[in-house]
């Protein structure tokens, strides 16, 4: 089993910026893949950044050039670093993890993210 645990989330006006980070615990050494999917009121979870463990990163269009994914292998983390933050970039961020071997995919328990002014 792998838990994974999201922080950062929060209310910030459009232009702002934010940093999320996940720790992931238990099977940690398992893990493969993370990343950063979204859900906003109304829609489905849609991906916005994923990163390998050999560090091959993976974005979606709209969050290109204005959000960045790290990760640290020996401690398991991942963080999504997100800049110039717009209205639609309001979601339930939540964190994913995939076993190397296995492919059985973790979740977090999500964290709001508010664009407002």
């Known amino acids: 089993q792998v838990q994974l645990v999201e922080s950062g989330g929060g209310l910030v006006q459009p232009g702002g910026f934010l940093r999320l980070s996940c720790a992931a615990s238990g099977r940690r050494f398992s893990i493969n893949a993370m990343g950063w999917y979204r859900q906003a009121p109304g829609k489905q979870r849609e991906l916005v950044a994923t990163?390998?463990?050999?560090?091959?990163?993976n974005y979606a269009d709209s969050v290109r050039g204005r959000f960045t994914i790290s990760r640290d292998n020996a401690k398991n983390t991942v963080n999504l670093q997100m800049n110039s933050l717009k209205p639609e970039d309001t979601a339930v961020y939540y964190c994913?993890?995939?076993?190397?071997?296995?492919?059985?995919?973790?979740w977090g328990q999500g964290t709001q993210v508010t664009v407002s002014s």
């Open positions: 990163i390998t463990s050999g560090g091959s990163t």
């Open positions: 994913n993890a995939v076993e190397g071997v296995t492919l059985r995919v973790y």
